[in-house]
């Protein structure tokens, strides 16, 4: 498999080259030159697969002969250590948890997988080359990476985090790891973080000295892999009688771009939905035909406050840039934190089920879209779950009223020493990469 940037202006890489650019030359995203299509037999038999089985199908293709079959099944392996179960809510609506892994969140799929295919590169090259892998983070990105990419040989990783914006068990998942993770609090908001990342990989001087790559969501080895649970989930579906939506809470509009893919491949979802909290581009843009960002909005979905998501380019090109075709696939609606808050309350009144802020707002999203059919019966509705609630619980616990029970995991966490140096402009940043 052969990727192309979306720019046009850089030459066509392979699999482990688009990982390690992030980016193309020409700051281009990276685009498979064709979309592989399963078999049939596959998808009607699919309850035959176990979920390692169900990545290897569907990954394969995309990475082509670059990384042996063994090798990419044991890369597999060690993402998939966990499971995405599927809780009833209603009838024909259920919560599809992606919040099992390491840092309860389900950028740990993507984070995982591109980190082991990173390492496998690496350690295949004989000269032993250091890799600098640099993130900005609003939260759930910085934590993912950091654990994925934990005690890696040759591999630094460096987070940029804004002060103060980052929920608290967020922040302790940046700065206790140590070792090859190092914790950068900046003193200013996440697009500040962002534009200093974007500055280091056009520094000459930087990039002369440094092998640096990025593994935020543009990353081809991120956003494929997030396929697997869409697959996954289509096997564990409740009533398989019925046509299943999927609403997928949406921040840069990776995640659903991935279950985009999953469908153009042959998986039988009949319908997305892209539920968005008050940052509206998507929504405004389907329903008026004008891409016009606005600029972006804090909300308590703070993993979902994206004005210009980065991925929907790739969504566009997967559609012909037909607005009408992808339409028939793709649906978005908008929602304020308000009717959020009332959401999470709403379902836990309903089923004692304790909902993230994003998670809600995928919810509503479903409800809206099923009420727009005449019958909304005929359809199973699956609300992607994105965080364990406890990563917000500030947030909602003033809204249920209830302590939410911290896991194990991060109890212990929680005794461990934060550690992170304070930066204030691009040339500290610039000093600690030379240091490394
Ligand atoms: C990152 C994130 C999202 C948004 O995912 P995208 O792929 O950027 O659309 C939604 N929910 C949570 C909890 C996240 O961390």
Redesign the pocket.
């Known amino acids: 498999m052969k990727y192309y940037s979306l720019n046009n202006n850089s030459k066509n890489v392979g699999f482990i080259e688009a990982i390690e650019r992030g980016l193309a030359p020409d700051r281009g995203l990276y685009f498979p030159s064709e979309i592989p299509e399963l078999s049939n037999y596959f998808v009607n038999n699919i309850k035959k697969y176990s979920d390692h089985e169900i990545a290897f199908q569907v990954i394969n293709p995309f990475v082509g002969n670059e990384i042996p079959n063994d090798v990419l099944k044991g890369i597999i392996k060690k993402t998939l250590k966990f499971n995405f179960p599927i809780v009833n809510i209603s009838k024909n609506i259920a919560s599809l948890e992606l919040f099992q892994g390491p840092t309860l ?3 740990d799929v993507g984070a995982r997988f591109m980190a082991n295919c990173l390492s496998y590169a690496n350690l295949k090259e004989k000269e032993n080359k250091k890799i600098t892998v640099l993130v900005a983070t609003s ?3 910085g934590g993912a990476v950091a654990n994925g990419f934990y005690k890696f040989k040759n591999i630094d990783v460096v987070i940029l985090f804004p002060k103060g914006k980052v929920s608290e068990i967020q922040e302790y998942q940046l700065t206790t790891l140590g070792k090859n993770i190092t914790a950068l609090e900046v003193e200013g908001s996440f697009d500040d973080c962002q534009n200093f990342v974007k500055n280091a990989f056009i520094d000459p001087e930087l990039i002369k000295k440094i092998n640096l790559t990025s593994a935020n ?1 543009i990353n081809v080895g991120r956003w494929l892999a997030q396929m697997f649970y869409y697959f996954i989930a289509y096997r564990d579906r409740p009533n398989p009688d019925k046509e299943l939506i999927v609403s997928v ?8 771009c991935a279950g985009l893919v999953s469908k153009k491949m042959g998986l039988p979802i009949s319908h997305f939905i892209a539920s968005t909290n008050s940052n509206d581009t998507i929504p405004r843009f389907l329903n008026t035909g004008i891409y016009k960002p606005k600029k972006s909005i804090q909300t308590i979905s703070n ?2 406050d ?1 004005a210009n998501p980065s ?1 929907f380019l790739r969504i566009q090109k997967l559609f012909n840039n037909d607005i009408f075709g992808l339409k028939k696939s793709l649906t978005a609606y908008s929602y304020s934190d308000k009717q959020t808050e009332k959401a999470i309350n709403k379902i836990y009144k309903l089923k004692n089920y304790i909902t ?1 802020p ?1 998670g809600a707002v995928g919810y509503l999203g479903l409800i809206d879209f099923l009420n727009s059919k005449k019958e909304p019966e005929n359809y199973q509705g699956l609300f992607l779950e ?2 364990h609630p406890i990563k917000f619980s500030k947030t909602v616990e003033k809204i249920i009223k209830e302590k939410i029970e911290i896991p194990n995991e991060i109890k212990n966490m929680l005794k461990r020493k934060k550690k992170s140096t304070p930066i204030k402009d691009y040339n500290d940043l610039k000093s600690i990469l030379f240091s490394k």
């Open positions: 969140a389900f950028k939260g759930d990105t969501s809470p949406s921040g840069n509009f990776g995640n659903i993993a979902m994206v991925n993230d994003h994105t965080a």
